[in-house]
């Protein structure tokens, strides 16, 4: 039968031929590097309400494929019955498997509603008013996997993230533009340092954060600008580029970057120069470029909404960065590095460690899909670390930052007095490894900061913004972070 009369499966048992094979499988091969097999699986379009939709397939080869209307998705349906985020189709060492995410009109394999059920052959999925076909294919892809389970400071055992590693390590001595997408919290600030780590560039890893930075002062943060170039312009100041000098630029969010701004970063790439706002001379730079987004950047270049030559600029190596929910096998590996930290950090303060989480605890947080990822799954650590299991995954009642209302927190008491050590360091975090310590002051600096913006302010989050120079929205995130309540609007 061809393969429009075929008749697909819907919960088939004990799966024939192509269907006995392993969906992912790692082989070890003594000599040269570890490989990765994956199955192909292929997405049909049955019946959509959009008939121009109906018949066309999408083929992958990843740990996760998305449906739903959003037009982030790996597989967006024009149905207005489809949530926008509906159904996840995840690969295993046993087999496909179906998630629904939380839609609100179900997911359907025949007349049974399902929440995750796993697939043995083709099976036909209702979503809405639409109806997809599953294929799991004989045909496989292969990639290399890295020996090591960690790179920089990112730590994965799973073969999702050491086919992630595998893939840094080969570009991380190149001066190759790297574009790493991958969802909010999944660690792409992480990837960008170790790639400048491993590259043997001699300057600054400088971090810009296009989304967090007003629309008006953007060009200034990236290519600096001219003492009086514009109001408030007192002093002359580098901007990240050419901080970044002979070393490596990360743009986080580059996707937030408006349209013109989007034209200026061009011109920058392109000519290895920036010029300073107020200035009339360009000055070369030496900049290794890694960006970041949360978005599917080719998406926002059909949209419109980012220049394609830009993308094509910085797409020169494109690395995905997994998400948590589809490396369920690191979160030991990553909560025991999560405790180690705070313990190191507790015991620079002169606080008792904490309890560990045991095996009862890891496996309720491996039936949690941790939509903020790592960065959630340290929230969620930490905050156990005080509050006690009791605080579920996702539990709206208690703030990620929660725990820095107790009486201990997990990084010491602020306002306990602390010894000083050469140029006013406080010696505790001397006792720490250089990125924690880096971490734990930014932290302390941030929240202090916070905290005395908006007193100044008279607790107005708006006009204390403008007085920072942030973006309100920025400001806003870290107050949530640190738990802090402003008093106006």
Sequence with gaps: MSEGESKPKLLGSAPSGAGRRPVTEVIDASSGPSLRRIRKLRVVIVDSPEARDNGSAH????????????????????????????????????????????????????????????????????????????????????????????????????????????????VAAS?????????????????????????GRSGSFVAVNCGAI?????????????????????RERPGAFVSADRGTIFLDEVGELPLDMQAKLLRALERREVKAVGSDRARSVDVRIVAATNRSLAREVQAGRFRQDLYYRLAVVVVRVPPLRTRLEDLRLIVDHIQDELARRRAASGLPPCARLDETAISMLSRYDFPGNVRELRNIVERWAVLGAFAAPGEPAVSPRAESKSPEPAAGPADAPREQGPQGVDTSLLKLPYHEAKDAWTERFERAYVE???????????????????????????MVRFGIKATSE
């Design 59 to 170: 083929v992958f080869a990843q740990d996760e494929v998305r449906i739903g209307s959003s037009p982030d998705v790996d597989v967006t349906l024009r149905d207005p019955a489809v949530s926008r985020e509906h159904l996840a189709v995840r690969l295993g060492p046993h087999g496909f498997s179906l998630t629904d995410v939380g839609s609100t009109n179900g997911t359907f394999v025949g007349d049974l509603r399902v929440e995750r059920v796993a697939i043995a052959e083709d099976t036909l999925v209702r979503l809405g008013n639409s109806v997809v076909r599953l294929e799991p294919l004989a045909e496989t892809v292969e990639q290399e996997l890295s020996p090591r389970a960690r790179f920089g400071r990112m730590l994965g055992a799973s073969p999702a993230m050491r086919e992630m590693f595998a893939l840094l390590e080969r």
């Design 175 to 199: 001066d190759l533009t790297v574009l790493l997408e991958g969802e909010t919290g999944t660690g792409k600030e992480l990837a960008a340092e170790g790639l400048h780590e491993a590259s």
């Design 214 to 234: 007003p629309r008006e002062l953007l060009e200034s943060e990236l290519f600096g600008h001219e003492k009086g170039a514009f109001t408030g312009a007192v």
């Design 452 to 478: 005395a913006i908006l007193a100044q302010s008279g607790g107005n989050v708006s006009r204390a913004a403008r007085e920072a120079g942030v973006d309100r929205r920025h400001l806003q995130r870290l």
